[in-house]
Nanobody, 127 residues
Framework: VQLQASGGGLVQAGGSLRLSCVAS????????MAWFRQAPGKVREFAAA????????YYANSVKGRFTISRDNAKNTVSLQMTSLKPEDTALYYC?????????????????????WGQGTLVTVSS
């Protein structure tokens, strides 16, 4: 099972980026997905989550209104559209698939609820 994240890069403050994550090896259409991020010298933190159908989403306060998470179960992908980027958004961004044992429960913002992780894609926002 593998999650492959892509789309990171260098962007100026106020700009936009779209991250994508493709899953292979199994389908995650019945499980929640999420994006976490880890800034230099800081712990990994939750950014956004989406339920199995894509009908419900949840965001950290720091990204709410600027980031949009979406998924395409037919393609086994999850995306994160980031707009109005700020220097403090600079981080390594990880996609993650939630463990099946949490099916039916509200959004998971804790990393221990996620069994599968992508390798991370670096987003750098310059001021």
């Amino acid at each position: 099972v593998q999650l492959q994240a892509s789309g990171g890069g260098l962007v100026q403050a106020g700009g936009s980026l779209r991250l994508s994550c493709v899953a292979s090896g199994r389908t995650f259409s019945n499980d929640g997905m999420a994006w976490f991020r880890q800034a230099p010298g800081k712990v990994r933190e939750f950014a956004a989550a989406i339920n199995w159908s894509g009908g419900s989403t949840y965001y950290a306060n720091s990204v709410k209104g600027r980031f949009t998470i979406s998924r395409d179960n037919a393609k086994n992908t999850v995306s994160l559209q980031m707009t109005s980027l700020k220097p403090e958004d600079t981080a390594l961004y990880y996609c993650a698939a939630r463990s099946p044992r949490y099916r039916g429960r509200p959004y998971g913002t804790a990393s221990y609820e996620y069994d599968y992780w992508g390798q991370g894609t670096l987003v750098t926002v310059s001021s």
